[in-house]
């Protein structure tokens, strides 16, 4: 998929999660011009070769989740299915929620390291144009790693893909890496006071 880096403030060098030093980064997430809602088949299995996601076990904890609806359910674990039409929502406006992706090597058989050169965002609820335009969006998220500041990103008000920029973050067997994004601000939906996160997805290299 083409992207365009919208820009980058200030650069850090690409090391390991165990001796990077780390800096605040201040960056807009770069968008997929191409990406379209589409037909079915291609909203419930929307990945590329190259996400990692499901291949290196990752998991997804939230602060908060709201409560099902019409037979529909807002679990966190909605966030990483690659499914455009499941989705995570919070319980309130999305302010100072956590959203937390937790990746342990230990876990996964015959995987020693990871690259994870890009995070890909499907901000909204992606069930069609006009939920999306329903519920929240996220505006701004502060981003920790292991629990160490890494930066602050900000995202256009758009149902299309967008993506973080992590050069080449390294982990191996040796570290779990949690990587937490705090929500600091949002876009107002027309219906609902609720935030929503239709998939994230991890784009990379394991071996």
Same mark, same amino acid.
């Given at each position: 998929?083409?992207?365009?880096?919208?820009?980058?403030?200030?650069?850090?060098?690409?090391?390991?999660?165990?001796?990077?030093?780390?800096?605040? +980064?201040?960056?807009?997430?770069?968008?997929?011009?191409?990406?379209?809602?589409?037909?079915?088949?291609?909203?419930?299995?929307?990945?590329?070769?190259?996400?990692?996601?499901?291949?290196?076990?990752?998991?997804?904890?939230?602060?908060?989740?709201?409560?099902?609806?019409?037979?529909?359910?807002?679990?966190?674990?909605?966030?990483?299915?690659?499914?455009?039409?499941?989705?995570?929502?919070?319980?309130?406006?999305?302010?100072?929620?956590?959203?937390?992706?937790?990746?342990?090597?230990?876990?996964?058989?015959?995987?020693?390291?990871?690259?994870?050169?890009?995070?890909?965002?499907?901000?909204?609820?992606?069930?069609?144009?006009?939920?999306?335009?329903?519920?929240?969006?996220?505006?701004?998220?502060?981003?920790?790693?292991?629990?160490?500041?890494?930066?602050?990103?900000?995202?256009?008000?758009?149902?299309?893909?967008?993506?973080?920029?992590?050069?080449?973050?390294?982990?191996?067997?040796?570290?779990?890496?949690?990587?937490?994004?705090?929500?600091?601000?949002?876009?107002?939906?027309?219906?609902?006071?609720?935030?929503?996160?239709?998939? +994230?997805?991890?784009?990379?290299?394991?071996?």
């Amino acid at each position: 998929m083409k992207k365009v880096i919208v820009s980058i403030l200030i650069c850090i060098s690409s090391v390991s999660f165990s001796q990077r030093e780390f800096e605040i +980064i201040l960056f807009d997430a770069a968008v997929n011009d191409f990406d379209v809602i589409g037909e079915d088949s291609y909203e419930k299995n929307n990945r590329i070769k190259e996400d990692i996601t499901v291949k290196v076990k990752t998991e997804v904890k939230t602060t908060t989740k709201a409560e099902p609806s019409g037979g529909d359910n807002f679990e966190a674990k909605n966030i990483l299915d690659g499914n455009m039409k499941t989705c995570w929502v919070s319980s309130g406006d999305g302010k100072n929620e956590d959203i937390e992706i937790v990746i342990d090597l230990e876990e996964v058989e015959g995987i020693n390291a990871a690259v994870i050169s890009d995070i890909y965002f499907f901000n909204g609820d992606r069930k069609d144009y006009h939920t999306w335009k329903d519920y929240n969006r996220i505006k701004k998220v502060t981003m920790t790693v292991n629990d160490l500041p890494y930066g602050e990103i900000k995202f256009e008000d758009t149902y299309k893909q967008q993506s973080i920029d992590l050069e080449k973050f390294k982990i191996d067997r040796t570290r779990r890496c949690r990587i937490r994004f705090r929500i600091v601000d949002t876009y107002k939906g027309n219906k609902f006071n609720q935030v929503a996160v239709s998939d +994230i997805q991890l784009i990379g290299k394991a071996k």
